[in-house]
């Protein structure tokens, strides 16, 4: 089910569906059903017990995840694909994807960019790939130098994790000329199928979330998501 599909999908059942009703368990029970396999009650629980869950039981929860989101080759739409590859500064030497999943998006700008070193990074531990070298990490807990990369991007990710101010630090830090990030734009319900933790649902939830102000950075809104483009290093702010 692709990106389009399930961000049309998800638009109706918050938009067009009294609340009461779209974020009440009876209603949403058949959803996760038929969208997890034998996971509904960690995963229909999953953000009352995150509070509460260890770093090794968090990364056992998503190593073991099994859903039809997982089945596709990215969360990225086609349009948000070619907006963040288009963004790498053409002189740029070094590019980290931060919650590469299978390595989708680092596989893609290593075609588009033979010349640049790309460096994949995920929980679980990607397939390997040509040109891409990958590392296994949490987000929070980056094994990179200050400055290591001219670009970092990490997409449908942050919205995941359970200490946001900490990995917003750590891809700060790890970056050296500009930062992509990928969200999507949705509002908070407490029961979605997706792991959610964190919710954007306008341009202003971001600059709070992010702490953008007085920092050089671009949001757009591309297909149910955002993309936001941070500059980095001395002169950027933030």
């Not at 931060?98 to 290593?110: Q, S």
């Not at 891409?132 to 807990?141: G, H, I, N, P, T």
């Not at 942050?158 to 050296?176: F, K």
């Amino acid at each position: 089910m692709n990106r389009y599909l399930t961000n049309a999908i998800r638009w109706v059942m918050d938009e067009c569906v009294p609340a009461a009703i779209r974020d009440s368990r009876p209603f949403m029970f058949p959803f996760y059903r038929l969208a997890y396999r034998g996971q509904l009650g960690p995963v229909m629980d999953f953000k009352s017990r995150a509070a509460t869950m260890t770093r090794a039981e968090y990364v056992a929860f998503y190593r073991d995840l099994d859903s039809l989101s997982r089945r596709r080759a990215t969360d990225l739409t086609p349009a948000c694909a070619e907006r963040l590859v288009a963004a790498i500064d053409p002189d740029a030497a070094s590019f980290l994807d931060v919650g590469c999943g299978n390595g989708w998006l680092a596989t893609r700008v290593a075609a588009a960019r033979p010349a640049l070193s790309v460096v994949g990074c995920d929980v679980r531990t990607p397939p390997a790939a040509a040109r891409v070298a990958f590392a296994c990490a949490e987000v929070e807990r980056l094994p990179f130098r200050d400055g290591a990369f001219d670009v970092v991007a990490c997409s449908h990710t942050l919205e995941h994790v359970a200490d946001l101010g900490a990995a917003w630090r750590e891809l700060r830090r790890v970056a050296r000329r500009r930062l992509l990030v990928v969200v999507p734009r949705q509002r908070y319900f407490y029961y979605t199928l997706d792991e959610h933790l964190h919710f954007f649902p306008d341009a202003s939830s971001l600059a709070r979330a992010f702490g953008l102000a007085g920092t050089a950075h671009a949001v757009a809104s591309i297909w149910g998501d955002w993309l936001l483009d941070v500059r980095c290093g001395p002169g950027a702010g933030g």
